[in-house]
């Protein structure tokens, strides 16, 4: 077994039961937002094989772009290439919203907030093994052993945090309306671009190691207010309506 699947294990049950469990404690116990961390699993690879890979080939053969330019590619095409996960990986992230069950669960703003991290985990574990399936297939990585991908490990541990916190700004925003849906799908892309931006310079070339990774610091410290702030505001939400309701008195103690 390549190195990478062993390690790919080892994150995604350290992700699910560290973000799983969070979720578990923060909601009072309430297991049933546990369960949305199984639907969002394939809508990474499926994403990026429907959707994302056939635009980015389409367009660039139709431009007459050769693959792997590096900084001769023109400007224009980097932008278009840069802006497909934002754009296409906040939409789908949602698409289980569309069983009934999963919609019955938006009973309030305390609710949306823990099914829009969950659903944004589930799709981060699903994105974490697509990785370690494309690592796989690449012969000068799939010789090393599993010890070697710590960076793979301590990226997508935080990444699923991510995941699930854009998510949460997009379903607590289409819990209230579609206006502030709109405005929540708006914010969730631009800040997963925000978080993205690093990334895509060092592999450019534009930026060392270390600058892509200071590029990354602050945005994370971004994500951790916004969980933060969305906490507060379902917790004033959900007083307002229901003060009552189991749910939101454990909310409010933790």
Avoid: D
Wanted: hydrophobic share 55%.
């Amino acid at each position: 077994m390549p190195g990478i699947y062993v390690m790919a294990i080892i994150t995604l049950l350290a992700s699910a039961g560290l973000w799983g469990g969070l979720m578990y404690v923060m909601s009072g116990r309430n297991r049933r937002y546990l369960w949305l961390l199984l639907p969002g699993l394939p809508l990474s690879a499926l994403v990026n094989v429907w959707i994302k890979r056939p635009l980015m080939v389409g367009v660039g053969q139709a431009a007459g772009i050769p693959p792997n330019m590096g900084l001769q590619t023109p400007l224009w095409f980097l932008l278009f290439t840069f802006t497909l996960a934002p754009v296409f990986e906040e939409a789908i992230k949602v698409l289980p919203l569309l069983l009934p069950w999963v919609r019955r669960l938006l009973s309030g703003p305390v609710a949306a907030l823990w099914v829009g991290m969950a659903l944004g985990i589930s799709f981060g574990l699903g994105e974490a093994a697509f990785l370690a399936y494309g690592v796989a297939q690449q012969p000068e990585y799939a010789r090393l052993p599993w010890y070697v991908f710590t960076g793979y490990f301590s990226e997508r541990l935080l990444v699923c945090f991510v995941h699930g916190v854009m998510t949460a700004v997009l379903v607590t925003g289409l819990q209230h309306s579609a206006g502030r849906g709109v405005v929540g799908y708006l914010a969730a892309a631009g800040l997963h671009a925000l978080l993205n931006a690093g990334a895509i310079l060092f592999q450019l070339g534009l930026i060392s190691s270390w600058a892509a990774q200071l590029m990354l610091v602050v945005p994370l410290i971004l994500v951790a207010a916004i969980f933060e702030r969305l906490r507060r505001n379902a917790i004033r939400q959900a007083e307002a309506t229901h003060p009552s309701e189991e749910e939101v008195v454990y909310f409010r103690r933790v």
